[in-house]
Each structure stands twice: as structure tokens, then as C-alpha cells.
């Protein structure tokens, strides 16, 4: 089956930078959507940023749009969570996410097929 594994997480100071990534094995090629989660202490889990590979089209929520992006290489081998100008607020445990459904938004958890164990990322 379809195993995710994030890597990257650590602490980071306001407006600094981090870049989470997510080992994809096999090669997602047919996966039709993949994304990050997070889940603030307190919260519940969201979705933050999706990828359409076959198009490389993204989708963001409203919290990370214009600060994160999520990029893939071309054998879909690894995903990526580049973040910028973080905010304390943007402290949680990380997912990495893929679905077999196509989703031309921010991904839902309940169309999510496989989910990684998670990185932790602290802004403060």
C-alpha cells in the first residue's frame, strides 16, 4: 500500500522559513490529489494545501495563502511544504495527505486514502 513519510519539521522563529517534506512510496503516480493537514494543539485537523499532479494545479487555504506552497518533483517521489513568513499560529503537527479522488480545492480529510505519521513544526 501507499506509505507517506514527513520529514523537515522543527522549530522556527516568527517570519522565518521551513520546508517540510513527504517521501512518497511507490511513486503516487495514480494518485489524483495529494496535501498537507494541520493540527493545531486544541483544534482539529486541516486541510491547508492540495496538488492536482497531473496538472500541478494548488489549492490553499485562506490561513497559509500567499506564505506556504506545496510543490512535487516530477516522479512524484517526494511532496513539498515550502513556508515562509510563519506565524506563531502556525504551530501543530503537520500531515502529509493523498487521496484517489480529484479535488479542485483544499483537500478534505473525509477524501483523504493515506496519511503520513506526522512532523511537528513550532513557531515561537
Known amino acids: 500500500h501507499v506509505q507517506l513519510v514527513e520529514s523537515g519539521g522543527g522549530s522556527v522563529q516568527p517570519g522565518g522559513s521551513l520546508t517540510l517534506s513527504c517521501a512518497v512510496s511507490p511513486y503516487g503516480w495514480t494518485l489524483r490529489c495529494m496535501a498537507w493537514f494541520r493540527q493545531a494543539p486544541g483544534k482539529q485537523r486541516e486541510g491547508i494545501a492540495s496538488?492536482?499532479?497531473?496538472?500541478?494545479?494548488?489549492y490553499y487555504a485562506d490561513s497559509v495563502k500567499g506564505r506556504f506552497t506545496i510543490s512535487r518533483d516530477n516522479t512524484y517521489s517526494k511532496l513539498y511544504l515550502q513556508m515562509t513568513d510563519v506565524k506563531p499560529e502556525d504551530t501543530g503537527m503537520y500531515y502529509c495527505?493523498?487521496?484517489?479522488?480529484?479535488?479542485?480545492?483544499?483537500?478534505?480529510?473525509?477524501?483523504?486514502?493515506?496519511w503520513g505519521q506526522g512532523t511537528q513544526v513550532t513557531v515561537s
Open positions: 495527505a493523498a487521496s484517489l479522488q480529484y479535488a479542485p480545492a483544499v483537500l478534505r480529510e473525509e477524501e483523504v486514502n493515506y
Open positions: 496538488i492536482v499532479p497531473n496538472d500541478f494545479d494548488t
